[in-house]
């Protein structure tokens, strides 16, 4: 099983600010088969980002990724007060297909 | 626009079966490039991946190997759902269980509302 660690576990910014939120895995990715969600109190994972860099539809291009392999960031580039809320990374190359356990990001 | 229509019940007592839902709109169970997914998340475990159902000629199911024992995830053709049952329950089987599509791009793109379910006599 490959396993996600997320880095900072909190993440404290001020909107206007970039935000870069970091995954590393255990092993390779396969084929990159790595995305990024979002989730808000109350409500399910959101699909943000997967792949190498294909956005989910309706996602502002201020969302971005880069990374290969074993180590990939999830980068905002000027957070929007609606943007507060905890990031995981997932990926979905192999089953059992695992998730990070989350980098909060909440306002300074 | 694919959605996914969670139900069952919110209590469950120790030692028994967990039993949930999921109605899809929009797309079919028996559709031949896509799985269908439950996924659970807990403070104590995060978002874990439980199982799968998916048909491809036939009917297949993968599951993770902590719950392989006490899982099953069938479809329901007549009704277009999928369920999941997980057997002998205990409190730290409670969580909040999701269903999920996992696209012929590999991706898990639509999701349940999640269902709370609390393990608990």
């Known amino acids: 099983e490959i396993v996600l660690t997320q880095s900072p576990g909190t993440l404290s910014l001020s909107p206007g600010e970039r935000a870069t939120l970091s995954c590393r895995a255990s092993q390779s990715v396969t084929s990159n088969f790595l995305a990024w969600y979002q989730q808000k109190p109350g409500q399910a994972p959101r699909l943000l980002i997967y792949?190498?860099?294909s956005r989910a539809t309706g996602i502002p291009d201020r969302f971005s990724v880069s990374g290969s392999g074993t180590d990939f960031t999830l980068t905002i580039s000027r957070l929007e007060p609606e943007d507060f809320a905890v990031y995981y990374c997932?990926?979905?190359?192999?089953?059992?297909?695992?998730f990070g356990q989350g980098t909060k990001l909440e306002i300074k | 626009q694919v959605q996914l229509q969670q139900s069952g019940p919110g209590l469950v007592k120790p030692s028994q079966t967990l039993s949930l839902t999921c109605a899809i709109s929009g797309d079919s169970v028996s559709g031949n490039t896509v799985t269908w997914n439950w996924i659970r998340q807990s403070p104590s475990r995060g978002l874990e991946w439980l199982g799968r159902?998916?048909?491809?000629?036939?009917?297949?199911?993968d599951y993770a190997v902590s719950v392989k024992s006490r899982i099953t995830v069938n479809p329901d053709t007549s009704k277009n759902q999928f369920s999941l049952q997980l057997n002998s329950v205990s409190p730290e089987d409670t969580a909040v269980y999701y269903c999920a599509r996992r696209s012929s791009s590999q991706i898990f793109d639509y999701w349940g509302q999640g269902t709370l379910v609390t393990v608990s006599s």
């Open positions: 792949g190498a860099s």
């Open positions: 997932q990926q979905y190359g192999s089953s059992p297909y695992s």
């Open positions: 159902t998916y048909y491809r000629s036939k009917w297949y199911n």
